[in-house]
């Protein structure tokens, strides 16, 4: 429509600069008026074809135009219904994807919780299996405490059965016996002078065994008691505390001594 209003502006415009021209005023000069006229009436049959034939070209014109714009709008209309087809297309694609994605994550959801509760579970193997391990390890060192203290138990079950032997042959043969009390433990000795065997010579040990007294005193045995651990070394000290009580009555006799201290050495052992 548009591309007729102007092709018809334009034709509108060439009529009007198309003006006719004023018959000049009839002058005598001899068959001038003739020539004149015939001028004007050739200039109008001009005038009358080119409009004719002019106006046939505006009318073809305006009917190419007309078939032009027909034809265009019926392009246009073919456009549109394509441009609709594609839009019902793209909403059905849409609503294929949409469907799809809803499937698809129907579909993954429980696999991914199915792989959250496998490694869950690989979580709780491993922690198990650590405090399994643990376990088997505390278990495995009760074990072998147990063991040791079976073995010390039977060491001491041993050494309680020989201790009496001992305190017994120690009495008899050396006049050895220990006496407890509130102020300590008193470790007696007998027949240590060779004129008076039956009289005694004592020392005495605190619970925390820690040297006290000896009775009768004996030079440097205070010495003795400080050097020597009597935790780890009383039986030590117990040999050494006879040789101090006996030794003023020694006289070269030291065979007594010996058998002594081997024998001590041999039980305590």
């Known amino acids: 429509m548009s591309s007729s209003s102007d092709l018809e502006q334009q034709v509108a ?3 009007r600069r198309v003006t006719p021209v004023a018959a000049a005023p009839a002058v005598d000069r001899g068959g001038a008026p003739d020539l004149a006229a015939a001028i004007q009436r050739r200039m109008a049959s001009q005038r009358a074809r080119g ?4 106006y046939a070209k505006f009318a073809s014109a305006r009917s190419l135009a007309d078939q032009t714009f027909s034809r265009r709008r019926v392009q246009l209309k073919g456009l549109k219904d394509q441009l609709r087809d594609l839009q019902s297309q793209l909403r059905e694609s849409l609503t294929l994807q949409s469907c ?8 993954t959801e429980p696999m991914s919780e199915a792989t959250a509760t496998n490694e869950r579970l690989r979580s709780w193997v491993a922690d198990f299996r650590d405090k399994r391990n643990k376990g088997a390890a505390i278990v495995f060192e009760q074990l072998q405490a147990v063991e040791s203290l079976e073995a010390n138990s039977n060491e001491d079950a041993e050494m309680a059965e020989k201790v009496p032997k001992a305190v017994l042959w120690y009495n008899k043969f050396l ?5 407890g009390g509130e102020r300590g433990v008193k470790f007696v000795f007998d027949k240590i002078d ?3 065997p039956e009289k005694e010579y004592s020392f005495r040990v605190s619970p925390r065994s820690q040297f006290i007294d000896s ?4 030079k440097d045995i205070d010495e003795l008691a400080k050097d020597l651990d009597l935790n780890e070394h009383l039986f030590e000290f117990v040999r050494m505390a006879r ?13 007594f001594l010996y058998s002594f201290y081997d024998n001590v050495t041999k039980y305590h052992t």
């Open 13 to 15: 415009t060439a009529l």
């Open 51 to 54: 409009a004719d034939a002019f």
């Open 100 to 107: 799809k994605e809803w499937k698809y994550r129907i579909a």
């Open 175 to 179: 006049g050895f016996r220990v006496i």
């Open 194 to 196: 060779p004129q008076r």
């Open 215 to 218: 009775d009768p005193h004996v």
């Open 243 to 255: 040789e101090k009580f006996q030794s003023p009555f020694m006289n070269g006799n030291q065979q």
